[in-house]
């Protein structure tokens, strides 16, 4: 499981690729999540990320009708949430570069 202080700074990139990948909701996101190795995260850690990424015209949501239950809001991303996940993908990228070559030992002295 990979500690929540670690996590705080990426699931919101994560969180929008998983809605890129297809208009969901906040329990199939904790689902996938969950499925791609990043542990049990509650909708309680979720909801605040999405509500954050609303504010920030990242996503939007939609109601629809649900085969169990009340209407779920589902979240799609906007025109600047694709561009923030490209900005995402591009600044992890050069993070895991740098990470992986310290902690692999390569001298660049």
């Known amino acids: 499981m990979i500690p929540s202080q670690m996590l705080k700074g990426i699931l919101e990139g ?19 999540l969950e499925e791609y190795g990043f542990g049990s995260i509650s909708e309680g850690t979720i ?3 999405i509500l954050r990424l609303q504010k920030n015209e990242l996503l939007k949501g939609t109601l629809k009708d649900s085969n169990s239950g009340p209407k779920r809001k589902y979240y799609r991303l906007t025109v600047k949430g694709v561009d923030n996940l490209n900005q995402f993908k ?4 050069e993070m895991s570069l740098a990470v992986n070559q310290l902690l692999g030992g390569e001298d660049n002295e």
Request: glycine letters at 0%.
């Open 47 to 49: 909801y605040p990320i």
């Open 14 to 32: 994560c969180i929008l690729e998983i809605i890129q990948k297809r208009e969901t909701y906040a329990y199939e996101i904790a689902k996938q």
């Open 90 to 93: 591009d600044n992890w990228q």
